[in-house]
C-alpha cells in the first residue's frame, strides 16, 4: 500500500543526497508518495522563508518526515530550523544508532552504541539574553517532564531489543540541580527495567572512555548538548559522518534524517555519501511498517561496502555518489 510522506530537501549536499535516495526507495519498492519541498537557507533567500507553509501543512497531514540538513548560520542570523522543527512537533527522542560495519576497517571493532538524546530543552531551548554589552548569559532548562521521558524511551528501547545496559551521562557534580535531576530519575526510573544495567558516567570522562573503550557502551541516554557531541563522537568511532543515521521521535510525528550538516565543503563537487541518509530513510520505512524495503536497501548496502570496489572518498575509496548508487541500484 502506498504511504504518503513529507520530503524536505534542504541545502548543501542535501539536494545531492536526497535525489539518490528517493531513487533508491524506489527501487527497493518502497512504494511512497512523496510530497517534496525545498526547505532552508537557499529557500530562505529566493522567497523569504525557510519552511514555506505549504511544507508544514503536509508534514501536519502525512506526521512523518524525510529530511535532509540545513545550513544555520554561525553567531547571527535565523535560528536553527533544526531546532525548531524538533521543538514545533515535540520531536523529543532523538535516537543515533552507531554500528560497526565489518566492511568500514577503523581502529574499532563491534561498535554497537545508541543514544538517546533530548531533543527539546537544556541550552539548545535558545534562552540566551546579553546582560550588557559584554556579558552574556544562555539558560539550561531541564524539566522533570522531558527528562523522564527520554529515560524512558531508551529504557524501552533497550528491553524492546534485548539490550543489556543504558548509560545516564551527564555532569552532575558541576550542575547538582539540572543534571542532578536528570540523574536522579534515571535511578528512578530504572528500578521499572530491572532486567536492564542502569549506570551512569560524567560527560567528559564519558568522551575518554567512548575512544579508550567503546565497546562498554550498549545504550546512552543524555541532555540534548552532551548527545549532540558525544553522538558525532560515536560516528568517529564507526568511520566518520556519512554513515550515522537518525530518527527523531514524538508521540505524534516522526522526522528522519541523517546526523551530519550540510557539509559546504563537499557540496557540489558529488561525491557526497548518502549512506547515512540512506539508513535514515531505512529507519522511517520501518517506523512506517514497510521492513522488507528496509531491509532490501540494507542488505544492497551492505553488499556495495562488502565488495570495496565502489566507495564514496570521506571511506577511502573514489568513487562519486551517482557511482555508489548504481552499484546499490545494480544489487537491487
Ligand atoms: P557537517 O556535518 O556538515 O560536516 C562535517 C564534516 O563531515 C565535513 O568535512 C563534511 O564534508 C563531512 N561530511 C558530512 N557529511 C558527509 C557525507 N554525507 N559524506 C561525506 N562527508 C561528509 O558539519 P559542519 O561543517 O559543522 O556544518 C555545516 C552546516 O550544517 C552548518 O550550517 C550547520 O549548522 C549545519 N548542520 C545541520 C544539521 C541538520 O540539518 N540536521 C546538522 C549538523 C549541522
Ligand atoms: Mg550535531
Not at 205 to 234: C, H, K, R, W
Not at 235 to 244: A, V, W
Not at 274 to 300: N, V
Amino acid at each position: 500500500m502506498s504511504t504518503t510522506i513529507t520530503v524536505f530537501r534542504g541545502d548543501g549536499i542535501g539536494p545531492e543526497i536526497l535525489d539518490v535516495t528517493l531513487e533508491i526507495l524506489e527501487a527497493a519498492g518502497a512504494d511512497l508518495a512523496c510530497e517534496i519541498f525545498d526547505v532552508g537557507a537557499a529557500e530562505y533567500e529566493a522567497h523569504g522563508a525557510l519552511v514555506p507553509d505549504a511544507a508544514y501543512a503536509s508534514f501536519e497531514k502525512t506526521h512523518v518526515l524525510l529530511k535532509t540538513p540545513i545550513t544555520t548560520p554561525v553567531g547571527k542570523g535565523f535560528r536553527s530550523l533544526n531546532v525548531m522543527l524538533r521543538k514545533k512537533y515535540d520531536l523529543y527522542a532523538n535516537i543515533r544508532p552507531a554500528k560497526s560495519n565489518p566492511a568500514v576497517k577503523t581502529r574499532y571493532q563491534d561498535i554497537d552504541i545508541v543514544t538517546f538524546r533530548e531533543n527539546t530543552e537544556d541550552l539548545y531551548a535558545g534562552v540566551e539574553e546579553m546582560i550588557s554589552e559584554d556579558e552574556a548569559h544562555s539558560i539550561k532548562i531541564i524539566t522533570r517532564k522531558c527528562s523522564e521521558r527520554i529515560i524512558r524511551a531508551a529504557f524501552a528501547y533497550a528491553v524492546a531489543q534485548g539490550r543489556k545496559k543504558v548509560t545516564c551521562v551527564h555532569k552532575a557534580n558541576i550542575m547538582k540541580l539540572s543534571d542532578g535531576m536528570f540523574r536522579d530519575i534515571f535511578y528512578e526510573l530504572a528500578k521499572e527495567y530491572p532486567q536492564v544495567e542502569a549506570t551512569d558516567m560524567i560527560v567528559d570522562n564519558t568522551a575518554m572512555q567512548l575512544v579508550m573503550n567503546p565497546n562498554q557502551f550498549d545504550v546512552i541516554v543524555t541532555e540534548n548538548l552532551y548527545g549532540d557531541i558525544l553522538s558525532d563522537l560515536t560516528s568517529g568511532l564507526i568511520g566518520g559522518l556519512g554513515l550515522l543515521p537518525s530518527s527523531n521521535l514524538g508521540d505524534d510525528y516522526a522526522m528522519f534524517e541523517a546526523v551530519h550538516g550540510s557539509a559546504p565543503d563537499i557540496a557540489g563537487k558529488g561525491i557526497a555519501n548518502p549512506t547515512a541518509f540512506l539508513w535514515s530513510a531505512c529507519m522511517m520505512l520501518e517506523h512506517i511498517g514497510k521492513q522488507d524495503a528496509a531491509s532490501r536497501i540494507r542488505r544492497a548496502v551492505d553488499a556495495v561496502l562488502a565488495d570495496g570496489s565502489v566507495k564514496t572518498p570521506d571511506l577511502g575509496g573514489q568513487a562519486s555518489t551517482r557511482e555508489y548508487v548504481d552499484a546499490i541500484l545494480a544489487k537491487l
